[in-house]
């Protein structure tokens, strides 16, 4: 398990204890306007050595972990850090894995929801088909949490990332692989959305320390457990109609949760939650994709099957269509 400090002072002493001078950071461009990316100016200025790596894009594709590799070498850096939300996570884990690094690992989470700073998952496309990446070398480290970064994120980002962590939470208590302590993660972090969303979404900012330990909350059963049929569908929603991901993973979820309705004993984990999340659905109101007729056949082939696998209910391809057509 990661560790965890919420405070920058902290953070920085842990990477003076270990001898870690020279930072090789995994970022957006907006990351220097908030105080991580503000607190890494100040180690700058005491004598650590900061190389940023921002040539990446949402869903990011396997071309921008290769030059991210050489980047890499080229910054001699001894420490790998992801800030941001899952885009720039995904790309540092990947650069750490594929490029055989022994570096030292951190993320610094931007959003609440992806929860990739607990995981040793990584989600990287090539030439638009997904490719899952799974390895504990991918486990971050440290973890550094400030909710102060949540302020003035846009509406449809804090929509779209906090439904991924609901995804994660109720994905993993349904999952094939189920068990007593991930779903401990996943109960604390349902009670801890439903209960504050609302006021989330109204900017309040009491709620945002909240909702990032959620998000880590999630990530940690789904560390346990992967994820299930709910994300195997979403992907193609992504490249296709253009939706965030934590938007299309919602749509899934809901709709693989009427199918499986009657057909797993695993629901009964998550009795106490339909209602909430139907209400935390039907308030969130994101837009449903136009998908023409044609292209459903094409939606269920590229389903994952490997997540398929760990689904507590086996999908067939018109059971994937039908699903589809439900959303």
């Known amino acids: 398990m990661s560790e ?41 200025a005491v004598g650590f050595k900061i190389t940023y790596f921002k040539d990446f894009t949402p869903n ?51 959003t609440a929801g992806t929860g990739s700073e607990a995981t040793r998952f990584a989600v990287i496309y090539d030439n638009g088909t997904k490719t899952s990446l799974t390895s504990d070398l991918m486990l971050p480290d440290v973890v550094l949490i400030d909710p102060s970064v949540l302020e003035g994120l846009p509406d449809y980002q804090k929509k779209a990332t906090l439904s991924d962590a609901v ?15 991930s779903r401990e993660f996943s109960y604390s972090a349902l009670d801890k959305i439903f209960a504050n969303y609302k006021a989330y979404l109204e900017g309040d900012d009491k709620t945002f320390g909240i909702m990032m330990d959620a998000a880590f ?12 049929g709910g994300h195997a569908l979403c992907y193609k929603l992504t490249t296709k109609y253009g939706l965030a991901h934590g938007h299309a993973a919602l749509l899934c979820v809901n709709a693989l949760w009427d199918f499986m309705d009657g057909k797993t004993d695993n629901l009964k984990f998550l009795e106490d939650y339909r209602a909430q999340f139907k209400e935390y659905f039907e308030h969130l109101g994101l837009a449903k994709p136009e998908i023409a007729e044609a292209d459903y056949d094409v ?6 099957l490997d997540r398929l696998s760990n689904n507590p209910v086996a999908l067939t391809h018109e059971d994937i269509v039908d699903i589809y057509h439900n959303l």
């Open 4 to 44: 965890v400090i919420r405070d920058y002072n902290e953070f920085a002493r842990w990477l003076s204890a270990r001898g870690l001078k020279s930072l090789f950071v995994v970022c957006g461009n907006s990351f220097a306007n908030i105080a991580p990316g503000r607190f890494l100016d100040c180690l700058a």
């Open 60 to 110: 990011p594709d396997h071309s921008s972990v290769v030059k991210g590799i050489e980047a890499f070498k080229e910054s001699g850096a001894d420490t790998i850090i992801g800030a941001g939300g899952g885009s720039a996570m995904d790309v540092a884990k990947a650069i750490k894995l594929e490029g055989e690094f022994k570096a030292s690992f951190a993320a610094i989470p931007t």
């Open 167 to 181: 995804c994660h939470a109720v994905e993993s208590a349904w999952s094939a692989a189920t068990c007593e302590e």
């Open 217 to 228: 909350e999630a990530g940690e059963a789904i560390n346990i457990t992967k994820t299930t």
């Open 299 to 304: 939606l269920a082939d590229s389903v994952n």
